[in-house]
């Protein structure tokens, strides 16, 4: 039951336009607009029928007053001006009907809501209510226009009688709103009509998309009324002297004034409700999805049902689209609704069967606890491996073998170790160049790779061979098996980087020529895939179109497999509108979901089978930014680096190598993003992992090594059927996985808990190394007894690449050098004492390099102690003494260096100050007091061996409470560092 007493109009009074540069985004902001503009037009507008009320009376009262005759044109003005009076007090009367400014309430439902009349009942009633208000400002308008003639034509209407005057005036209501019906006016037949059609049949919806168009072009006729009065009001004074020989005093001229300042000044009012009336006009005509708020009258609000979603976790960066195939949307809203205003609408629903059904609940995938055992827990990686140049392509085959490429065209297997990380089997200078393609064989039998040195390599997999070698007259960009097992062609295609040519191989036969699909696309080809369950291929060009086609099994033909034939009846074209391109397509294993990462960084989920598209999920740098703005995701500092990063990224020709990748389950997607590697549930439509998010790495290629035991259980594929068998039977991975769990609390895994560890290999930005993440963090690798620190790069990265003799005679120079580089231990006069400090060069070089460096060159000379916080520390070595300044020995910024041996677990550790990860420059501080909280966000570097009483000293000055810095100055005079030393 609906309470009368609550005024409904004062939840909108919440909306200001504080909210409006609030907003978290660009979305939220237009909806905080609309709902701003809406609620003052709802209130403005009765305002000005008042004004236009004031203002008539003042007219017609001034040509009463001042008439020196009676004559029938007077009559027929001054009736003109006292009907629009009478109109208004309709207008006013009819516009806060029934009482308590119900008419603004959020939905119409509030008229039966109380439960006294029926739904039917209250539905006529509205109707009615509404067009007749939009009736009597249709016969305001009229009355406006017959004003204006008669002021403006003085002589033909003075030759027209009274009684005709008011013919004149009905035939023009009833004409010009009929002629104005495209303006967004209603006639009173037209009024009536619909009105009648509402009695016959209230849930007609037709009805309710007439009155919604009438209603919100309402304040285009309130606007014409406006241009209307005001031309009347500059043109009556005129008219007065010379018709009615009038003449005015400075008091009348006053009058006249007022009225018009008032009619301008309801121009300005009534303008406002202009734009929110195009908003929803064009929401309604479903041009655009702006918010549901119909002008005019009534004002109600329909809260939308489409949320905003962050990053596809999905909250702000997922869409969810209508189709029977398609995934349920998420339910976490950004920014909800009032307290009240939910109160309300449940309410209003409890009580109306036709409203919307609201949407379903998220879908939860079951026993999703068991598929993430196949996933990979850890934050940062647990081993990485080298190659002598940068890393291009990484897969992983069915047969449990792992194949990384590089820039220099070397090609390695690898498998999982029994141990720890992975074991390397052989190496091959496979092409002379950078190697542009690798593919696996879907029964993980065969690998093709392809280089800018325009050739073509098949590898056996199995026997670690190549196979063949085959010279290609033109430049390729991409390979792909497209064969099932139970095929007798092993058929592998490759595209052209100048052409849109698709050109078919035989693996087997030494680069036998199959076919040529030359006129498919109209592009060079990006991307290929091949879905065995469908027995089809997919190709995706650089104009962004999609083309799907069979192999030489089925003559190279359009697939049957699928459930259309035409692509117009899919969304495959949403690439070619959105004007973007795909940069890797891959197909679940299931081969019911085909992913597309675009060249906008957003990635799109369809279902094969149709071809529709189920998900979008935004990862665009503006969409990191305005989540960066409205919710912190990193430090300003780190933040900034790292999209920095992203856009050299972007210009870089390793934008090209990022891909996507599905789990054994098809349940989960990964993908490398610039917080990390995302691991999303498509079906619940969450993150569930979210990998090396701390590393200073931008990773680029992903590959899934599953558990053994659950790939066993994943490699049973009825490829060609069309239908799947691989996800297996939940009580047998259940048991497979809990008989080999890893025991956590052994400090040497056994070998069938290796092998059933799930690990994710991936390659980053520039770096020639390949970074395995496992279910273990590195502290909990334990090496000659010490715990490697989260982070740390000791005992993670391994030397497995002999260095070349250049890197050689670098690290002798280096070695050479070092002793002038580093110091054992530093001296910093002060003003109030020495504060002798020893150093650890050996556990972080690169920090004790930068003081040591700064220190002879004199930088730290004159600096004061800036920051001092009693009990805690004291911070110096800005040399703007106003902690913002400083830089490196080498300019800008450089990296952390965290040792497990170095932790601030005592009083007197000198630590790196920053901003965040990575940040360090000149500023570092001294505790007075244990901080552990401080380990691994600070680097240290040494300890106070000397001189505690003079640190405490610096603690104990008084500062000023704002900024913590002292009243009086503690500067350091200079410091002295001493020869090379052993670490603490």
């Not at 109380?114 to 209510?129: A, L, N």
């Not at 209230?202 to 168009?213: E, G, L, S």
């Not at 334990?782 to 260095?803: C, H, L, M, W, Y």
């Not at 930068?850 to 001092?868: K, P």
Request: aromatic fraction near 10%; charge should be neutral.
């Amino acid at each position: 039951m609906m309470n009368f007493a609550e005024y409904p109009g004062e939840i909108f009074l919440q909306c200001d336009l504080l909210d409006i540069f609030n907003s978290s985004d660009l979305q939220t902001a237009k909806c905080n607009l609309s709902k701003f503009i809406g609620i003052w037009a709802a209130y403005l507008l009765p305002l000005f029928a008042g004004i236009c009320m004031i203002s008539d009376l003042m007219i017609g009262i001034l040509i009463i007053a001042k008439a020196n005759r009676v004559s029938g044109h007077m009559i027929w003005i001054c009736g003109i001006c006292l009907s629009n009076v009478v109109l208004d007090v309709i207008f006013i009367w009819l516009w806060q009907f029934p009482s308590k400014g119900l008419p603004y309430a959020t939905n119409r439902t509030i008229f039966y809501s109380v439960g006294y009349i029926s739904q039917d009942t209250c539905r006529m009633f509205y109707y009615t209510y509404s067009y007749s208000t939009t009736l009597m400002c249709n016969m305001r308008v009229c009355a406006s226009i017959n004003r204006c003639l008669a002021v403006y034509m003085p002589s033909k209407y003075k030759n027209i009688p009274i009684r005709y005057r008011w013919y004149v005036f009905i035939i023009i209501v009833i004409s010009t709103g009929l002629l104005m019906i495209p303006f967004g006016t209603a006639t009173g037949w037209f009024t009536i009509g619909q009105t009648i059609r509402c009695w016959m049949n209230p849930n007609d919806v037709n009805i309710n998309f007439v009155h919604t168009f009438i209603s919100n072009l309402g304040p285009i006729q309130t606007i014409i009324v406006i241009i209307l009065d005001a031309i009347f009001v500059f043109k009556v004074r005129k008219y007065l002297k010379k018709q009615m020989l009038v003449s005015l005093n400075e008091v009348e001229r006053s009058q006249l004034r007022t009225s018009s300042l008032l009619l301008l000044s309801s121009i300005s009012f009534v303008c406002i409700s202009l734009p929110q009336s195009v908003l929803s006009v064009v929401n309604r005509l479903g041009i655009t999805r702006i918010i549901n708020i119909d002008i005019y009258i009534p004002y109600y609000y329909v809260m939308s049902n489409n949320e905003d979603t962050i990053g596809p976790s999905p909250t702000e960066n997922s869409k969810e689209f209508d189709d029977n195939d398609q995934l349920e949307p998420g339910d976490d809203t950004v920014g909800p609704l009032p307290s009240e205003m939910m109160q309300f609408q449940k309410d209003v629903n409890e009580n109306d069967d036709s409203l919307p059904v609201p949407p379903k609940k998220r879908k939860v995938l079951k026993d999703e606890a068991i598929y993430l055992r196949n996933i990979p827990t850890a934050q940062y990686y647990e081993i990485s491996y080298m190659h002598r140049n940068v890393i291009t392509r990484v897969a992983y085959s069915k047969t449990h073998y792992l194949m990384t490429c590089s820039n220099d065209g070397h090609f390695k297997f690898w498998r999982k170790a029994d141990g720890v990380g992975l074991e390397f089997i052989k190496h091959y200078r496979a092409h002379l160049g950078a190697i542009l393609g690798l593919s696996v064989s879907c029964d993980g039998e065969l690998a093709c790779s392809v280089g800018d040195d325009k050739t073509a390599k098949i590898f056996d997999v199995i026997n670690f061979d190549m196979i063949s070698m085959m010279k290609l007259d033109f430049s390729p960009s991409g390979c792909c098996f497209i064969y099932t097992p139970k095929d007798e062609v092993t058929a592998v295609a490759i595209s052209d980087q100048d052409s849109s040519k698709i050109r078919i191989f035989d693996a087997r036969s030494k680069g036998q020529l199959l076919h040529t699909i030359e006129n498919l696309h109209e592009a060079p080809i990006v991307c290929l895939a091949f879905n065995p369950v469908y027995e089809c291929a997919l190709s995706a060009d650089s104009d962004g179109m999609l083309e799907c086609w069979s192999g030489p099994k089925n003559n190279y033909n359009f697939p049957q497999t699928l459930k259309w034939q035409y692509k117009s009846d899919t969304d495959f074209y949403c690439l070619l509108a959105e004007k973007t391109f795909a940069f890797s397509v891959v197909f679940s294993p299931s081969g019911e979901i085909l992913a597309v990462l675009g060249a906008d960084r957003k990635i799109r989920l369809f279902r094969f089978s149709t071809g529709k598209l189920i998900r979008i999920y935004d990862e665009s740098l503006q969409q990191y930014s305005n989540l960066q703005q409205t919710k912190q995701l990193l430090p300003s500092m780190e933040f900034g680096r790292r999209l920095a990063q992203e856009k050299e990224l972007d210009r870089s020709e390793f934008k090209h190598s990022c891909n996507l990748v599905f789990d054994s389950s098809s349940n989960f997607l990964a993908y490398a993003t610039l917080l990390g590697i995302k691991i999303i549930n498509i079906i619940s439509n969450r993150v569930v992992r979210n990998l090396g998010g701390p590393e200073n790495l931008r990773f680029i290629q992903l590959a899934f090594i599953p558990p053994r035991s659950s790939s066993i259980f994943y490699g049973s594929t009825n490829i060609g059927s069309g239908t799947s068998s691989c996800v297996p039977s939940l009580e047998m991975l259940a048991m497979a996985n809990d008989s080999l769990t890893i025991n956590n609390n052994s400090s040497t895994p056994c070998n069938s808990a290796a092998l059933c560890t799930p690990v994710m290999v991936c390659t980053a930005f520039k770096k020639n190394r390949i970074y395995l993440f496992t279910n273990r963090e590195p502290h909990d690798v334990k090496s000659d007894g010490d715990t490697v620190t989260p982070g740390s790069t000791a005992e993670r990265d391994v030397f497995n690449e002999k260095p070349t003799k250049e890197e050689v005679l670098a690290a002798t120079r280096d070695s050479a050098t070092a002793a002038s580089r580093l110091a054992g231990s530093a001296i910093l006069h002060t003003t109030l004492g020495d504060i002798h400090i020893r150093l650890c060069p050996r556990e972080c070089p690169r920090t004790v390099e930068n003081f040591v460096g700064h220190s002879r060159a004199g930088y730290y000379n004159g600096h004061i102690f800036h920051r001092v916080i009693k009990g805690f520390m004291v911070q110096t070595g800005c040399p703007l003494g106003t902690g913002t300044g400083g830089e490196s020995l080498w300019g800008g910024e450089f990296e952390d260096e965290f040792h497990p041996s170095l932790r601030h677990d005592r009083p007197y550790t000198v630590s790196m100050a920053n901003a965040g990860p990575n940040t360090n420059g000149s500023q570092f501080f001294i505790t007075v007091a244990p901080t552990p909280w401080l380990d691994n966000k600070h680097t240290v570097f040494g300890r106070v061996i000397k001189g505690m009483e003079v640190v405490q000293k610096i603690s104990n000055i008084k500062t000023n409470p704002k900024n913590d810095k002292p009243l009086e100055d503690v500067n350091i005079i200079s410091v002295t560092v001493k020869d090379l030393g052993a670490g603490i």
